[in-house]
């Protein structure tokens, strides 16, 4: 069991297995497709739980009981769904431009792989970690974006158009908020790569020992990603009311499918970067000098901690979608520019002023 | 400075106003029991039909077979699509001919269940059931008479 506390054990276990039977060359090809692989069932899971878990939430916040025919208390639902999505046929619009309306879904997911890439798991369970990880991270999840462009622009429709138009703006808009409420947690960890953030929590999380700037921060992170994974109050770019499903009206089938969990993909990862960067990650949760609770703190091994940590992040990211109407447009963009921009310059600097006085714990 | 603090109240407020909704949210997403969704076919057996539902219009008759319609009309022509028909009849009473009511025809299929005629009653003689199960295979059977075959007025109902 040793491996679940530290998986350097299983990656380097399966590392010199693999040396050991083919060339360096090779091992590195191998490692990569078993790690794309691992990823690929991760978010096909992931959209299986986050569908069934998302239709469960918003069913009891509205005093309804979601799915229950299918399986017992409906949990077999979204596998009849992904049948059905896969059985599917996949139209394309008469004037579509065919190669941007199928490229598109590629590009989301794409983007969506590469920035899972860098998440930290658990102790040494890590697919690539990079000196500038949240650096990388925010580059990464804003190219989703161009896919949403081209499906909205290859659809032929002006609907999707707007749809496409309008997450354009909001990405842009939003990812400045994301990217500097991540900074206010850089100034006092003096590093951008994610492990290193996650062992400089050991002795307790950023949102704890940062105190005010740091819970101000958490606050802009997560309206601004909710703003940024195109969910929750900030849905304008599908719109179901105004413009019927926005950028993937056109869309039907497999490719359907694809926009969807990449909604949930994205939805996930946002939700890991705020548990690493605010919660401290897989680090579990200390007091001071209680060694008692510490140590049976220890014993629930991190990745659990992790998945514990993202999953109350997208509880209340689902709490948000189900509670708030839609912003309008302009709304949105005030939000945005007049009061999230504003404070979150504030607070970076009242967050370097205690860091260089040494107010934080 | 007006200015300024104006928007600091704006954040004050705003937030205030979320976190409102949220503990609406919250508050029943924590109270599973005020779910009030039914699994109808599977809970046939115990399934109790809320008071104000209205299903169909009844004609209440007591234990000797009396209604207290007079045939007065009024709920026919309350009825704002024509699915209540009175059809009436003359009765000796003390000698004169008085109307009354022979058959209550009642066109459940044009029904909106809007209940305008209960309130229109001078009697109080219809109410609205809670039933519900209403389909049938054959149009016709959905034209019902109200009143039971042999039934009389309560006395003392003018």
Known sequence: MKWLYDFSYLTRAIHEGLSARFEPGTVVILEMVLVGITFMLLFALLGLVLVYAERKVSAVIQQRLGPMRVGKWGTAQTLADVIKLLLKEPLINKDADKFLFNLAPFVIMIAAFMAIAALPFAKGLHAIDFDIGILYVAAVSSLGVIGILLAGWSSNNKYSLIGAMRAGAQIISYELSVALSLLTIVVLTGSLQFSTIVESQADGWWIFKGHIPAMIAFVIFLIASTAETNRGPFDLAEAESELTAGFHTEYSGLKFAFFFLAEFANMFIVAGIGATVFLGGWMPFHIGSWEGFNAVMDFIPPIFWFFGKVGFMIFLMMWFRWTFPRLRIDQLLTLEWKYLLPINLMNIVLMAFLSLMGWHF | ?158
């Open chain 2, 1 to 158: 400075m007006r200015s300024v603090i104006n928007y600091f109240k704006e954040i004050y407020f705003g937030l205030k106003s979320l976190i409102t909704g949220m503990r609406v949210t919250g508050h029943y997403f924590t109270h599973p029991k005020e779910i009030i969704t039914q699994q109808y076919p599977e809970n046939r057996e115990t399934l109790k039909m809320f008071e104000r539902f209205r299903g169909e219009v009844v004609l209440l008759h007591n234990e000797n077979n009396e209604h207290k319609c007079t045939g007065c009309s009024a709920c026919e022509v309350a009825c704002p699509n024509g699915t209540i028909e009175i059809i009436h009849k003359r009765v000796d009473v003390d000698g004169r001919k008085v109307k009354a009511l022979d058959t209550f025809v009642y066109h459940l299929q044009m029904c909106t269940m809007c209940g305008l005629c209960i309130p229109a009653c001078p009697t109080d003689a219809i109410v609205m059931a809670n039933t519900f199960e209403h389909a049938v295979f054959d149009r016709s059977k959905l034209t019902k008479v109200l009143n039971n075959p042999g039934s009389k007025i309560m006395d003392g109902i003018k």
